[in-house]
């Protein structure tokens, strides 16, 4: 059934497109609409045979890679292409950002910045983009090449800021969460270059991270528990809680105040530091 989706789709988008739409030179007017199946097939990087039997719904499953060329050749949406997977009976892999912020993500930071730490990252934890607070919580990512703009890199291989800003009693349980979300994340890209590169560059670096990389532990953290300590204002205790968009697999991550501790009269205290200084805006 599967098989047949999948061709059914191929076909019907292959003949909805014209050769100025993929970049081909014009051939003049074509017998029959859309491009050719070797035309796809080039434009994909496979055989036309291979192509042909998709559409036939004879071949075999064809692999993540193959779906992916099939999506750039074809022009899909991030829905069409969500798609494409699905009827192939592959799992969707999120789309690796391109530099570009989800824009919901972005208006939600925004509007919480005056009084809520914030920041957007992808699913590999690298810093697209903080808020004043989360800077001063932080340090500041966004603006540093890679991999120095990526939270687990800074956290396995930058020791003094890792027990300048992270509690001692949750240091140990925070990495393993970080890791087991990395893997999580590294499955869903299919093992992409970014993802590699950062895996390979951890366990260059850091033998605590080979120690928990080898657990194989798999796990999307929905919400962590984490205890900052700021130069201003002291020890401040928070749970930290992700949204997601489906669209850009892009996350938020809210910096949310535990209940009956200091932490939310000493986050007003600094964010009225930072009005103050003129950082608030940053």
């Known amino acids: 059934m599967l098989k047949a989706e999948l061709g059914e789709f191929l076909r019907t988008k292959r003949k909805a497109l014209r050769p100025d739409d993929v970049g081909l030179p014009g051939a003049g ?13 080039r434009l994909a990087n496979m055989s036309t045979n291979y192509y042909e039997r998709l559409e036939l719904a004879t071949g075999p499953r064809p692999s993540a890679a193959l779906l992916a060329g099939l ?38 930071m925004e509007a919480l910045s005056p009084s809520v730490p914030a920041f957007v990252s992808d699913d590999l934890s690298t810093i697209l983009q903080q808020n004043a607070l989360a800077v001063e919580l932080m340090g500041a990512f966004a603006e540093l090449p890679a991999p120095d703009n ?30 087991a979300r990395l893997r999580a ?33 798999v796990n999307v953290v929905r919400t962590t528990r984490k205890i900052v300590l700021n130069r201003l204002v002291g020890e401040l205790d928070f749970e930290c809680e992700p949204v997601m968009s489906v669209s ?7 910096f949310r105040p535990q209940p009956g501790t200091p932490t939310l009269e000493r986050l007003e205290s600094l964010s009225r530091h930072l009005v103050r200084s003129g950082s608030a805006g940053r």
């Open 248 to 254: 850009s697999g892009q996350q938020l991550v809210l």
């Open 29 to 41: 007017r074509r017998r029959v609409p859309g491009l050719r199946r070797d035309e796809v097939a």
């Open 185 to 217: 994340g590294m499955a869903r890209r299919n093992k992409d270059e970014a993802s590699t590169t950062l895996v390979e560059g951890l366990h260059r670096t850091s033998a605590q991270f080979r120690a928990i990389w080898a657990e194989h532990n």
């Open 71 to 108: 999506a750039r050749a074809m022009r899909l949406t991030d829905d069409e292409r969500a798609y494409l997977y699905t009827v192939a009976d592959q799992s969707v892999p999120v789309a690796p950002p391109d530099g570009t912020i989800d824009p919901g993500l972005r208006h939600v």
């Open 150 to 179: 990526n939270l687990l890199w800074r956290y396995f291989t930058d020791l003094e800021w890792r027990e300048r800003t992270v509690h001692p009693d949750y240091i140990d349980d925070l990495g393993h969460k970080y890791v």
